[in-house]
């Protein structure tokens, strides 16, 4: 069964067993489990229904396998002829989730 889910400004198209990689729920830890209740779409083939905006009573639960952060991204910021330049650096707070039921 495949799922259309939100979560965190990102849609994403599920199957149980997936393994993604998603901005970190807050609040969590590794082995924890989160629901997801903004589904858009679930099913598959004939039984596929489609909800406006969310299906109702349908939820994705997931496992928290890793709190992580990502790569470092460097932004430099410079005004020519003026001696202005500023160097920042960030890091995205990640985790990595396990999708393991999807109930419609």
């Given at each position: 069964?495949?799922?259309?889910?939100?979560?965190?400004?990102?849609?994403?198209?599920?199957?149980?067993g997936?393994?993604?990689?998603?901005?970190?729920f807050?609040?969590?830890?590794?082995?924890?489990t989160?629901?997801?209740?903004?589904?858009?779409?679930?099913?598959?083939?004939?039984?596929?229904?489609?909800?406006?905006?969310?299906?109702?009573?349908?939820?994705?639960?997931?496992?928290?396998?890793e709190n992580?952060?990502?790569?470092?991204?460097i932004?430099?910021?410079?005004?020519k002829?003026?001696?202005?330049?500023?160097?920042?650096?960030?890091r995205?707070?990640?985790?990595v989730?396990?999708?393991d039921?999807?109930?419609?």
């Amino acid at each position: 069964m495949k799922a259309t889910i939100k979560t965190q400004g990102q849609q994403l198209t599920v199957s149980e067993g997936d393994i993604l990689i998603v901005n970190r729920f807050p609040g969590t830890e590794k082995g924890s489990t989160v629901e997801i209740k903004d589904v858009l779409a679930a099913g598959e083939g004939a039984s596929f229904k489609v909800g406006t905006p969310t299906l109702t009573g349908a939820s994705v639960k997931a496992t928290v396998l890793e709190n992580k952060r990502g790569a470092k991204v460097i932004v430099f910021k410079k005004k020519k002829r003026k001696g202005y330049e500023k160097k920042q650096g960030h890091r995205q707070e990640l985790s990595v989730i396990k999708i393991d039921t999807i109930t419609v």
